[in-house]
């Protein structure tokens, strides 16, 4: 019917069989920008927002959401990540970049974990602040790099 791997013959969806794929070292680096108030990320940094350290909670959210991908997008392959970094930095006076490494050796790539963790950590920043600035955007999730398998890396322009 269609050439699409997730989905069989009768368009019905599955998970694709890797069991004959290669192992190989697979990387994937993704990113997410949260827009805000430059007063909120100055109480960011000054680490004076109610809930706590901001960053702290957002690296744990991104590390535990790279390793729980498979359970929540449904045709995820559960990997055995071998490392998960969050790095959070600001880049303007009202924005943060989140960036998302993950590592694993195995049959199928990390894309997906990396872009999840990185959507979990802005989402977490949102949580933290939303007292102090309900108008926060999360923008620009995006796959940044990969490499490893048959399909070869990849790089984003910048």
């Known amino acids: 019917m269609t050439d699409f791997s997730h ?4 368009g019905t969806a599955r998970m694709v ?7 190989t070292k697979r ?13 909120t990320l100055a109480a960011i940094l000054a680490e ?14 991104g590390i535990a959401a790279c390793k729980r991908c498979a359970d929540l997008i449904p045709l995820c392959h ?10 959070i930095e600001a880049v303007a006076e009202n924005r943060l970049q989140v960036v998302v490494t993950c590592r694993v050796t195995g049959k199928t ?4 974990e990396a872009l999840t963790g990185a959507s979990i950590a802005a989402l977490t920043i949102y949580d933290m602040c939303k007292s102090a600035d309900r108008a926060m955007s999360i923008e620009s999730l995006r796959l940044l790099e990969k490499s490893g398998g048959a399909s070869g890396g990849f790089t984003r322009a910048q």
């Open 7 to 10: 989905l069989d013959e009768r």
């Open 17 to 23: 069989d890797v069991s004959d794929k290669g192992t």
């Open 27 to 39: 990387f994937a680096r993704a990113s997410a920008e949260v827009v805000m108030a430059p007063a």
């Open 48 to 61: 004076s927002l109610p809930k706590g350290d901001v960053f702290a909670a957002a690296r744990i959210a």
């Open 78 to 87: 559960p990997l055995p990540l071998t490392s998960a970094d969050v790095s």
């Open 109 to 112: 790539g990390v894309e997906m």
